[in-house]
């Protein structure tokens, strides 16, 4: 049958090109396989097809004359008024744009150190910030600042010259491997930030899939995952395929990561809890894929790593999320969030050595000497790992297990629907009863009128929301970076109201 | 007119040669069927564009042949084995030597199960610092540490514990930070004489703030359709630029150095420009000799070709904008030299801060925005962030704009005098030795060291067990001493140059005799041919460092120097 659909394919073809001469019908044929191989190229990359146009539309919008001059104009005066209301002085001060032509003696610098602490206008220390600060309590400060101190020169890069903040960072990975279940193979690495965890553990699954042929290796996960993996691919070179939520539950669709599983697939990643609404993904059902496709699977516990690991000793129960699930190879956490470190600490761990090696970045041939790094960076302050070694030693499982029981009953007591970060400053007698009290107040006034039009900077937040070009959005949170760094004092500065 | 019908007669020849070309393949193929050539000519389109794609990769052809080459090498059978069994051998010994513990000591694994009492803390911190033997603050060391003065470390410590919970990352909640960010990146562009549109940002490091420089560069790149951007740097480039290449899916192209002065081949480098060139850089000065790149040649080119220009000053950013002001010419290296787009410094080394700072800055506000992140749909709200980081520690921040406030312009170009003075007085002096050289002309604070007579490990293992301890430089084999505040310390030059003089000579009795110890695995490590094996150790010896498990044949043999960087 085959045979004879071949010949009578073969014989078509030969009889249409009958009138052609060889020359031409082996120009049309290499074009044809040209523009075939062309148009396949051009149709799968990195970025999907729908994603591209949409951009491309945008772009060309831009151009026409009268609306693309519109929307420029729009843009800068939006631009404008965000220069002018961020980041403003107060009455009578400006930047120092220079080095002072003599330095300050200890006293001046004190001095002009008040300056910039009374730009503060926000009170975290009273507990009215979502996140954050996780706890700044007085006695713990000290410590810290004592401990940073004893090793501000330090730098793990040299580890014959500083063996202790070597020994401090080996200790803070072993004690977190061992909170999250982890055997004797696991191991890991302090880095940064959740950041920077995360990227390191892309990084490896990138090089491990790169490894097996895979141009463009694909992470899967939740699209309530942190945007740290969206910055992880835009830096690695990788795909980010956001699976669907469950709407009720804001759990991940399983069913729907299974479907997305590819050859492509470098990873897939799970938050515990995730950051938006604070829910903790089934870790176990996405365990089960990764073991039988024998996928990767990073458990993102940047946020809540070190409040989930206490909650059974606090009184609550959680279903499984760590080590002891076969099939995670992969955990971040930050130290310096419920771990109650000082900024600039996290930890990158992982089930296998194995895993790891991939993390690490060797330079076998610099003239400067044999280069190894395990993480991001070179130089690291060995005075901040020492700051979160000692907050480790001093918080032990009893004070961590405390400050979850009471962090958790005050979560429960606000269950709300709006985002709010809870943190040890939270629980301090009479802050959770507040912001209940006050969401009941404001929610009713709103209620009164809910379609009201939302104003200031809830205003630009839901405009934001529906503009459909998303590099405008791009373009003008550029803008906001820009004036972060911005040492100019905009020429209408008297009292601009701050957002 | 001549000139068209000059070009007339070309024009017949070509017609006829492709008429003649024509009959020829129609003759050849006359005896084929039509699907057999439609086959056939569709199988050599895909083989041609397979073997394209096979010879033109990121990686070069060659590197991948010889890759391959000694994987296969490694599954011969008892070639491999060996190979295995002597890599598990070194291994094994490194982890045995290195990062020991002293006599009783051990691992903590585990969180005490109840919190220690502050004073407790303080006590077990002792334990880890008597862990220490090499004396930083004697001036034995290479760099690591470029001031540690008592007054600045109490005032930085001070700085500290006022923005230890701060966090750039929230500008509203800790505006004072922000405004301290921004004033360090505005003195630092005074400092290399940006213009009024000079910018920047403050990063966690010297490779971080490389890292964002190539990545801004590749975005640029890939925006103008480049699948491969290229970096184009001397050999001598810092190790973050392979870093960044690997990271960011980009192609390190190593150009050579001219051999005598160490300063890249700008002629070389030209020749490398291509359209995939996403950025050239040069180091002022290189890491290894302490030379500096001809910023002004390269720049020439940047502006030929209109290709961005990255000059890396991560190590002497901070001593050499002061180099005028102390007395000591330079040529121009800053953005006063047309061409010179963006440039890193390090403020925790010659700028004295605290580890962890550094600063990236762009001649202008259009090359920073490619260094920024942004999410513009994340559901936690838009996400934009300016360097790797999302939140970073303010506190460090904070100490480094205290720095520079305590520090100002005097302080600077005071320190730079000494350290300068200093590392030409040990260049000048190393000169007269017989037996060894000075690598170029060191005008900044880094001195390196080879030796034409003998093997140049046998001087650093010498020096060693003297208590020094020295950068070791491969490809060419060498050690550099980069020069500190601590190395101007009165009498420490003095006995640097006097034990290199006492050990040169000692060597040089017997200039033959084989180098042991640690110089001996330097010099092997350079020689493996097969690089995959030294990336292989030098994992170890990361696992090694992140070991908690004490070897059991711990008998103290702590071997001195361990770098591998």
Known sequence: ???????????????RCSHLEPWQIIGASVLTTLAVLWLKRFLFQRESLTSRIKKQVFRLVRKIPFVGDNIQKQLNKALDDMSHSLCTLKEGMSYTQQLPTKGLTQSQVMEKIKEYQTLNEVQWDKGCVSGAVYWGDETLTKLLVKVYGDFAWSNPLHPDIFPGVRKMEAEVVRMSCSLFNGGPNSC??????????????????????????????EILAPVSVHAAFD??????????????????????????????ISKNTAMLVCSAPQFPHGIMDP???????????????????????????????AGYSLTPFDFRVKGVTSISADTHKYGYAPKGSSVI????????????????????????????????PGGIIAACWATMMYMGESGYVEATKKIISTARKIRNDIHLCCTVLHTHPG??????????????????NPSEKTTGMGAIYGMA???????????????????????????????????
């Not at 802050?431 to 009164?448: G, P, T, Y």
């Not at 503009?467 to 100019?488: A, H, K, M, Q």
Request: hydrophobic share 40%; charged share 25%; with cysteine.
């Open 349 to 380: 761990l992982y089930s296998d050595k194995k895993y790891r090696q991939y993390q690490y970045f060797v330079a076998p041939d610099w003239q400067g000497g044999i280069y190894a790094s395990p993480s991001v960076a070179g130089s690291r």
């Open 231 to 260: 910055k992880a691919a835009h830096y690695f070179g990788m795909k980010l395929v956001h699976i669907p939520l469950d709407q009720k539950t804001m759990k991940v669709d399983v069913k729907a990561m299974r479907r997305a």
């Open 1 to 15: 049958m085959l045979l004879l659909y071949l010949e009578e394919g073969r014989r078509q073809l030969n009889s």
């Open 283 to 313: 870790v176990e059902e996405v365990a089960k894929l990764a073991v039988r496709y024998d996928i990767p699977l990073h458990v993102d516990a940047c946020l809540g790593g070190f409040l989930i690991v206490f909650m059974k000793k």
């Open 431 to 448: 802050v959770a009863d507040r912001f209940i009290r006050e969401v009941k107040e404001q929610v009713a006034i709103i209620m009164k």
């Open 188 to 217: 890991g690495t302090v880095t940064s930030g959740g950041t920077e965890s995360i990227l390191m553990a892309c990084k490896a699954y990138r090089d491990m899939a790169c490894e097996r042929g895979v141009t463009f290796p």
């Open 465 to 499: 929301q529906s503009i459909p070009d998303r590099s405008l959005v791009t373009e003008i949170s550029r803008g906001f970076l820009d004036c972060l760094y911005s040492t100019e004092v905009p020429k209408s500065n008297f009292n601009s109201p701050r957002p």
